[in-house]
């Protein structure tokens, strides 16, 4: 009976030592998120209180990106002296909670923001290849008209050649005709 009542105890109890540890609530950037703006601080927000100890850091391409790092009851913040720039990166927090566990966790994101100068050379570049591509287009089209009208030329010389070909050759068939029907006559 007094194992019965151990076991039942241990088993109550096991949920409250597992409630003093605490998990995210919350962050910015987001597991995942693709960040379009510019960026000077990232937060990680928890469910439960956390010791006033633990750190960010962020990292891109193997190197660690300097971050200032303060924590405020549920969440830790991490400060940038400079926008970050385009590319993946991955945010590693780290805390303590109020039981004295120590914590971790990985939150990757991208930085993509569009860089308005270069998309409005593209665009202008875009713009003059549409020109180009309708000038060509005309172009094509006044040369295809030329050579259809051209070809209706040829064909014209063609049909009054061959027709000049074929009277000539009735007229010769007409002639050896007649001579042959003159020569019979005769005899």
């Known amino acids: 009976m007094k194992k019965f009542l151990f076991i039942i105890c241990l088993i109550l109890a096991c949920p409250i030592y597992a409630s003093a540890h605490t998990t995210v609530s919350d962050s ?11 960026i000077r601080e990232l937060k990680v927000e928890f469910a439960g209180a956390i010791e006033n100890q633990g750190r960010l850091t962020l990292v891109k391409e193997q190197e660690e990106i300097k971050l200032d790092s303060s924590v405020n009851d549920k969440q830790i913040i991490g400060s940038l002296t400079a926008p970050l720039e385009n590319g993946n990166y991955l945010l590693t927090w780290q805390v303590a909670s109020t039981d004295g566990h120590v914590l971790t966790g990985d939150i990757p994101f991208t930085v993509n923001i569009p860089n308005t100068e270069i998309e409005e050379e593209v665009q202008d570049e875009t713009e003059q290849v549409d020109k180009t591509k309708e000038n060509t287009e005309e172009n094509d089209t006044a040369v295809e008209e030329k050579a259809e009208i051209e ?23 007409l002639l050896a005709v007649g001579i042959w029907i003159l020569l019979r006559k005769k005899r």
């Open 28 to 38: 910015y950037p987001s597991e995942g998120e693709i960040i379009t703006e510019e």
């Open 151 to 173: 070809a209706a030329s040829e064909t014209v010389k063609d049909n009054s050649s061959l027709f000049s070909t074929i009277s000539v050759i009735v007229l010769v068939v």
